[in-house]
T-cell receptor
Framework: SAVISQKPSRDICQRGTSLTIQCQVDSQVTMMFWYRQQPGQSLTLIATANQGSEATYESGFVIDKFPISRPNLTFSTLTVSNMSPEDSSIYLC?????????FGQGTRLTVV | AQSVTQPDIHITVSEGASLELRCNYSYGATPYLFWYVQSPGQGLQLLLK??????LVQGIKGFEAEFKRSQSSFNLRKPSVHWSDAAEYFC????????????FGQGTTLQVKP
């Protein structure tokens, strides 16, 4: 299994600013994943982050808006840049261990 | 393209009654299928998964699901619902090469009546 810690758990931010979300895993993993869950919606994969290489973004998501860092095998950050109210969502970090995806508790972001 | 459909947005059942949550998927090859539960204020928890083999899989909390290739379905069932089962349930599909990269259905909200 894997235990994932995300920080912050929630935040309220002003539009036009940026927020960096941290994800820490208790074991070394090759890939980390970032998902977005918009209010009342399902989860959508933003990107896959591999250590030592650039993240791979899904259709509809771009690096300028959601830059990701992956400095080592247990840590990753997702930045939500130049925020607008439409960015208000829960952002979740995930890892895959032996065929099972584990999720952090999520970061609930409200943009005002 | 892969997709997952959960036809029921909201379901209400009485405590002790049986439950079935529907999930249909679209995927060219053999899918890797998952059911997750998300309780209020909680993260996602895996209930069960299907990779291959027996098409009836058992999960945690008394849940089971049946993979039916001919119907492209992976419905979740529980014989007797408890009030604590009230939550959001997500069906998801992954690929054999990357089970961490999931496509989720829209989710089904389960309400349990006393």
């Amino acid at each position: 299994s894997a235990v994932i810690s995300q920080k912050p758990s929630r935040d309220i931010c002003q539009r036009g600013t940026s927020l960096t979300i941290q994800c820490q895993v208790d074991s070394q993993v090759t890939m980390m994943f970032w998902y977005r869950q918009q209010p009342g919606q399902s989860l959508t994969l933003i990107a896959t982050a591999n250590q030592g290489s650039e993240a791979t973004y899904e259709s509809g998501f771009v690096i300028d808006k959601f830059p990701i860092s992956r400095p080592n095998l247990t840590f990753s950050t997702l930045t939500v840049s130049n925020m607008s109210p439409e960015d208000s969502s829960i952002y979740l970090c995930s890892v895959e261990v032996y065929g099972e995806a584990f999720f952090g508790q999520g970061t609930r972001l409200t943009v005002v | 393209a892969q997709s997952v459909t959960q036809p029921d947005i909201h379901i209400t059942v009485s405590e002790g009654a049986s439950l079935e949550l529907r999930c249909n998927y679209s995927y060219g090859a053999t899918p890797y299928l998952f059911w997750y539960v998300q309780s209020p204020g909680q993260g996602l928890q895996l209930l069960l998964k299907y990779f291959s083999g027996d098409t009836l899989v058992q999960g945690i909390k008394g849940f089971e699901a049946e993979f039916k290739r001919s119907q492209s379905s992976f419905n979740l069932r529980k014989p007797s619902v408890h009030w604590s089962d009230a939550a959001e349930y997500f069906c998801a599909v992954g690929t054999s090469s990357n089970t961490g990269k999931l496509i989720f259905g829209q989710g089904t909200t389960l309400q349990v009546k006393p």
